[in-house]
C-alpha cells in the first residue's frame, strides 16, 4: 500500500514537471541585426536614374508567447528599431531633368507591435508569418548639385523631419533551441525592405 502512495506521487511530480515543461517560457528579451533598402527595381518606377539606396536597421524586441511558450501557434514581437539609408549619386526624376550629383540620407525610429504565425510550431525548426504596425519618427537630408543651360553650378539642399504610420509585415524561419534560446531568419517589409537575424533568450 504504502509503495503504491509513493508511486502516485511520483506520477504527480512527473506530470507536473511535464505540464509546466510544455507551458515553457511566456516572455523574451532579443536583438535583430539586419540590412536594410528600397531595392532598385522599386526605385526605377519613380526615378530615371539614381543611386543605390542601401543601409542597416538594428532592432531591440520583447517576445510574448501562448499557453505553450515559444511552442504556441501566436507569439508577439514588439519592438523598438533604428534604420538608416544612404545613398550617393546621380538623380534624376525624368530623363530630360538636369543630372543632380548629390547625396542622401534617410534616418528612421519606430515602434511596432507585430503578431507572429507559427506554422508547425512544435518543430524546432519551422516558417512564420506575420503583421503589424506602430509609428515612428523619419529623418530626411539630401544636398546636391547640377548646371543649368547657362553652365552655372546650382547648389541644393533638402531636410525634412516628420512622424509618420509603420506597417510591418515580415516572414522567416524559426529555431527553438531549448525553449530559453531562439534564432530567427528573417525578411520583411517596414518602411523600407530588410533581410536579417535575430536571437532572444526567453525568461
Known amino acids: 500500500m504504502k509503495s503504491k502512495a509513493w508511486m502516485a506521487l511520483g506520477l504527480l511530480l512527473v506530470s507536473g514537471l511535464t505540464v509546466r515543461g ?120 539630401a544636398e546636391g548639385k547640377y548646371q543649368d543651360e547657362l553652365g552655372t553650378t546650382i547648389r541644393d539642399t533638402y531636410q525634412r523631419k516628420f512622424f509618420l504610420p509603420v506597417g510591418h509585415i515580415p516572414i522567416g524561419i524559426f529555431v527553438n533551441v531549448v525553449d530559453k534560446v531562439m534564432l530567427r531568419a528573417e525578411a520583411g517589409f517596414k518602411n523600407g525592405f530588410y533581410l536579417g537575424g535575430s536571437l532572444a533568450i526567453n525568461l
Open 22 to 141: 510544455a507551458a515553457g517560457p511566456r516572455f523574451g528579451v532579443g536583438a535583430r541585426v539586419s540590412a536594410f533598402g528600397i531595392p532598385n527595381a522599386l526605385l526605377d518606377l519613380a526615378l530615371y536614374e539614381h543611386p543605390r539606396l542601401s543601409g542597416k536597421a538594428m532592432s531591440f524586441e520583447i517576445h510574448s508567447y501562448g499557453d505553450r511558450g515559444p511552442r504556441s501557434v501566436f507569439s508577439g514581437v514588439y519592438c523598438l528599431e533604428y534604420s538608416r539609408i544612404t545613398g550617393e549619386g546621380n538623380w534624376r526624376v525624368e530623363n530630360f531633368d538636369n543630372r543632380v550629383l548629390g547625396a542622401g540620407e534617410v534616418k528612421q525610429v519606430n515602434f511596432t507591435a507585430t503578431i507572429l504565425m507559427h506554422v508547425f510550431p512544435s518543430s524546432p525548426i519551422h516558417p512564420y508569418f506575420g503583421a503589424g504596425i506602430g509609428f515612428g519618427h523619419m529623418s530626411i537630408w
